[in-house]
């Protein structure tokens, strides 16, 4: 028979392991409100698409311009590749993977992508916050105990949590040189590392600093939410939904002749790099991949613009990739220069396991690098054209490509183009009430779509003297070109008159039914 003694630790075991279960159970799932939304929507557009076509033309001068920098780089080998949408259109490779047995590098050869690892991560966590397993305000602490404990530099220090790790603004140290030798440390390491305590640059949430730590940390909270380790998570929910078969954690498993080899470079010539196995670092930069296969994910980051209706295709909505784009804790960069080394101001932020740099000319470039002993490897993609490139490298900290040199090909080229904004149907049924309008006066048009704070700016008589003057300037009127929109329910069209273009900008209400709340007409005369 068994003592009160024994049945009391019993019970105490099994309200240990009712908890523990319960802790790491996945929460309940977030209802989602019913969503109404516009079946007319027009998407952006590309007018005259033949950007695949144009960068085809571009091989040879890539090809070379790949070899170049590869033999002064002394990389011993380089693959590039370039997407279009979904289609892998261009691809370039130069030297060998491994210089004892000279495999030649080609888009099926398996590099270490270092870094470029992060982006993969942050979908996982941004997965499970879309199926209601987690939130992104989490406390870190409610999924790895041991963080309860840590000191923070200040008493008015936000509690750490995962949107903070995300957005490399935990407050921890930058940690390269650290962190590119602890990739293949065990979970036991890393936790009883944060349990015996954590030093802080600065406090969470105050400013960003790239850290491998915490997207370490990261990876440990998706396995404790998913409940299988980060890397199989991943492997489920995102390499085999996008048919990315030959991406790898651990070098082992891939055949040797096309397992890329690292190097450093010494005196006379290389020397080669030892392969860190799969850890509980992975999740900043472990993964193991092909350009063929790259490409793959490079689509599905591509595929989420522009904003449009139609069905959603994964393994995340559209909405969360382009969150993944959406830069955090912005800094300027007052004297940056574009890829002609034109002056060109930019905007640089990380968002969640991405850099993006928005610049003077409002293009969008997404972007991350990695680099660990033995490679470097790098991507970018721009959104607003549809197009994607890719290199990697096996040379210790190398940048792959000379990118600034591939940009101009391509971005010089007059005839690839981003897309159009397409106006929305009733931006230009009020582009043509106003062009009657100006002209008229009518009174019951005016009250169907002038909203009611315009003439509180500016009174009506004073506007229409103001806009007929314009008008008088402009001389006999002629054609109406279309509008160009700023977004859906803001812009401006211009119309044709004997001495000169009159410039119509108007801007319309949040309402159901949008009105003018503003209108500035005014003259530009011939050159």
Known sequence: MKTLKSISKMFALGFVILMNNSCNAPKTK???????????????????????????KLLPEIEQLIKDHAAARKIPGVSFGIVVDNSLVLTASTGVINREKEYPTTTSSVFR??????SFTAMAILKLRDDGKLKLSDPVSNYIPEAAGITY???DSPILNIRHLLTMTGGFPEDNPWGDRQLDESNEMLLGMIDEGLSFSSVPAFQYEYSNLGYAMLGNIVSKVSGIPSQQYIRNEVF???????TYWEYDEIPEDRLVLGYRTKEDGWELEPMLHDGSFGAMGGLITTIEDFSKYVSLHLSAWPPRNGEE???VKRSTLREMHTQQF???YAN????NGDPCPSLRGYGYGLSITRYCNGIRRVSHGGALPGFGSNYVFYPQYGIGLMAFGNLTYTSPWPLNDIEKLIFNNEKIQRRELRASDIFNTRKDQLMSFIQSWDVELEKEIIAENLYLDQDRDARKERINEVLAQAGELGEIYE?????????????RGENGDVRVFFSLTPEKEPKVQRLIVRFIPKE
């Open 483 to 495: 509008v160009e929109p700023y977004n859906k329910l803001r812009g401006y069209f211009k119309i």
């Open 330 to 332: 912005s800094r300027v």
């Open 153 to 155: 530099n200040t008493s």
């Open 113 to 118: 992508i270092a870094s470029m690892t992060k």
């Open 336 to 339: 940056n220069n574009d890829y």
């Open 313 to 315: 295709t994964g393994p």
């Open 240 to 246: 085999e939904p996008l048919g990315m078969s030959s």
């Open 30 to 56: 977030e209802t989602t409100p019913n969503k109404a939304f516009l079946t007319s929507f027009q998407p952006d557009y590309f007018e005259n698409d033949v950007r695949a076509e144009e960068i085809r």
